[in-house]
């Protein structure tokens, strides 16, 4: 058994049960950062895909039902981070990545040192915090070759299309809206 899976078996069992039971706003508040919302939800949350946890081959769940049910797939984790960092007052964005057969979903995000990336598959650094605030293409290029390699294109998803997710009104299946960026 490697180390991060011994880290993350014993946290599950010390904090699984407890953390589980904290609220939206209580999490907002004690894991607003990068790094304690990716703890969080290593810890609470279980990854299980749309065929298998809604019977779809796509679904974009919203961040309080992927916090209800505590299991999604890439997106969900992604959007959950999102919401709980831009209500924490910290810069956020999810960035889908694509190759020919598939695709991943990160939410990416800075803190005062640098940009990283935050998934079901754990926190990776991307690069020192860019100079000029905001989301570049640039930025977004790196995180793509970080985390998925042969990628062949990725794009923000639109901020606006998140909160109308995050609102819980959408009575139709979920459709982000892309800016598509190439290698």
């Known amino acids: 058994m490697t180390w991060k899976r011994f880290r993350r ?18 999490i907002v508040r004690r894991f607003g950062t990068p790094r304690d919302i ?8 279980d990854y299980v895909r749309d065929a298998e946890h809604h019977g ?3 679904h974009w769940q919203d961040p309080h039902h992927t916090l209800e049910a505590k299991r999604g797939d890439c997106e969900d984790w992604a ?19 694509f190759t020919e057969d ?9 803190d005062e040192e640098h940009a990283m990336t935050i998934c079901n598959d754990g926190i990776r650094k991307v690069q020192r915090r860019p100079r000029r605030t ?36 959408i ?7 892309y800016s598509w960026i190439t290698p």
Request: glycine share 4%.
């Open 102 to 110: 598939d695709g991943h979903a990160v939410c990416l995000a800075l």
């Open 56 to 58: 779809l081959s796509d």
């Open 9 to 26: 078996t014993g946290l599950r069992l010390l904090f699984r049960r407890s953390w589980s039971q904290l609220s939206m706003e209580q």
């Open 134 to 169: 905001g989301f570049s293409e640039v930025l977004a290029t790196r995180a793509a070759e970080r985390v998925f390699r042969n990628w062949t294109a990725c794009s923000y998803v639109h901020d606006e299309a998140l909160v109308e997710l995050a609102s819980g009104c």
């Open 79 to 97: 959007v959950f981070a999102w919401y709980v960092l831009e209500r924490a007052g910290a810069e956020a964005r999810v960035l889908c990545m």
């Open 171 to 177: 009575e139709r299946p979920f459709d982000p809206r």
């Open 38 to 45: 990716d703890l969080f939800m290593q810890v609470c949350f």
